[in-house]
């Protein structure tokens, strides 16, 4: 699963509430040197302070296509803490499909800005379409627990956070035992490997007048394989005006990961 592209604004609606009480859409698309690509929108709208519909949905084509969509709502309680829920899809329909619920609290003060966050849900492997198998798909239960903190200077802010994922059935077994190979797709197995055990992430940024610069570093561990991958971004984001701004980030080949390069418009209101 894409995780090293996951959405990180809800960092900044920590940083600043007031920022964040504006309507704000993010369309961006972008694409590998081995002809990967992908595309979609962000959006945070006031429905009615202080509670916010949230929305995101992203399609990617690498080597298997999977679409990640979530939607929600979000608020804030009072000047030190904020709320989340949201309704999250990650896979393909009938071939791998994770559904999950996700709970998220937040607690700012001053500089420092803490995230925890509980998912529950589950994930659905479909099987290869045969007269011996009476089902078309097995199912595991999923939790997750992620943390994340952060502080931000006049110019200077960072963030690490981590989360670990739990499965009710052990998903090294697909890449253990080769004869389930031939009892799920392979496309299946081939989009299972990228189910995350844990993601760990570091993020630091620079504020330069109407421009701020962006370092964005991530390692996640396989459930499948085990194997760790290492993802570096580079993001550079600038205010074109009160309204808009302009977005590039570049993907560094760290390990096996292609280089890629990728563009995004921000619409505030």
Request: charge should be negative.
């Amino acid at each position: 699963m894409s995780q090293a592209q996951e959405n990180n604004d809800d960092f900044w609606l920590l940083l600043d509430y007031e920022a964040a009480t504006r309507n704000v859409v993010w369309l961006y698309t972008g694409a590998d040197e081995s002809d990967g690509n992908y595309y979609g929108v962000t959006a945070d709208l006031v429905i009615f302070e202080p509670v916010f519909f949230n929305l995101s949905a992203t399609k990617q084509n690498y080597s298997t296509q999977s679409t990640d969509l979530s939607w929600g709502f979000s608020g804030v309680i009072d000047d030190v803490f904020s709320w989340g829920i949201s309704k999250a899809f990650w896979g393909e329909k009938e071939t791998l499909e994770k559904d999950d619920v996700r709970l998220r609290l937040g607690y700012l003060n001053g500089g420092f800005s803490t995230q925890a966050s509980y998912e529950e849900g589950e994930i659905k492997l479909f099987l290869i379409d045969s007269m011996i198998l009476q089902r078309d798909s097995i199912i595991t239960d999923h939790r997750a627990f992620q943390l994340s903190l952060a502080y931000h200077w006049t110019q200077i802010y960072g963030q690490i956070s981590h989360k670990h994922h739990n499965y009710n059935k052990d998903l090294f077994l697909l890449s253990r035992a080769p004869r389930l190979r031939f009892i799920f797709k392979p496309v299946s197995v081939q989009q299972a490997s990228a189910l995350a055990e844990t993601e760990s992430s570091v993020l630091l940024g620079f504020q330069a007048s109407d421009t701020s610069y962006e370092a964005h570093l991530s390692r996640i561990k396989s459930a499948v394989t085990t194997d760790i991958n290492t993802y570096a971004t580079l993001r550079l984001i600038k205010e074109l005006n009160s309204q808009l701004q302009l977005g590039f980030e570049v993907e560094l080949p760290v390990d096996d990961v292609p280089f890629g390069a990728g563009v995004s418009l921000g619409l505030m209101w």
